[in-house]
């Protein structure tokens, strides 16, 4: 079994609308839990961190955390084509970063 | 969040030969870590460095294929050794937030072994 797991892709959705990006993990202990968004050609950049559970809203992104379901999600509210990446899920394990594969939204205009 | 460089930025080179990226930040940092992501791929990690003592290998990588030098807070080295062409990714460097869990990454060194 994967470590960190997310939902496939790719995943298109109309401007304006909201993508719903899963991501489920498997060790119980992982403290520490991100986002990442990675534009073609371009390094990962942190958009969003959450530590307990519930809800982090930032801007346009939402984190969802539900440690007794290892499970946590991202929300892109009024998607814009610049919106449009591969989306990584990170846990962290004591300080070691684990990724899924990631998962491609593409914005329609 | 540190600001971080790498170079060579990219690279074509044969295999059989050796290539050694930097990694420099702008503020001095605790723990620096090593990624390689292989093309169409997500990240993994190679190893975690530490300034003043040994890098910390994961699974699947060792110090003779991957020999890493961390002199100092604000500078770390990867090189990859006697290069193949399944060597051929971009390999990225991080470094840890100032008393956090967060990591930043590095622009990344594509790397493309013939």
């Known amino acids: 079994q994967k470590e960190v797991e997310q939902n496939s892709g790719p995943l298109s959705v109309p401007e304006g609308a909201i993508a719903s990006l899963n991501c489920t993990y498997s060790?119980?202990?992982?403290?520490?839990f991100f986002w990442y968004r990675q534009y073609s050609g371009k390094s990962p950049e942190l958009i969003m961190s959450?530590?307990?559970?519930g809800d982090k809203e930032d801007g346009r992104f939402t984190a969802q955390l539900n440690k007794a379901s290892q499970y946590v999600s991202l929300l892109i509210r009024d998607s814009q084509p610049s919106d449009s990446a591969t989306y990584l899920c990170a846990v962290t394990n004591d300080y070691k970063l684990s990724f899924g594969a990631g998962t491609t939204v593409t914005v329609r205009a | 969040s540190a600001v971080i460089s790498q170079k060579p930025s990219r690279d074509i080179c044969q295999r059989g030969t050796s290539l050694t990226i930097q990694c420099q930040v702008d503020s001095q940092v605790t723990m620096m870590f090593w990624y390689r992501q292989q093309p169409g791929q997500s990240l993994t990690l190679i190893a975690t460095a530490n300034q003043g003592s040994e890098a910390t290998y994961e699974s699947g990588f060792v110090i003779d294929k991957f020999p890493i030098s961390r002199p100092n807070l604000t500078f770390s080295t990867l090189t990859v050794s006697n290069m193949s062409p399944e060597d051929s990714s971009i390999y990225l460097c991080?470094?840890?937030?100032?008393?956090?869990?967060?990591?930043?990454f590095g622009p990344g060194t594509r790397l493309t072994v013939t």
């Open positions: 060790d119980r202990v992982s403290q520490s």
């Open positions: 959450i530590y307990s559970n």
């Open positions: 991080s470094v840890e937030a100032p008393g956090g869990y967060e990591q930043y």
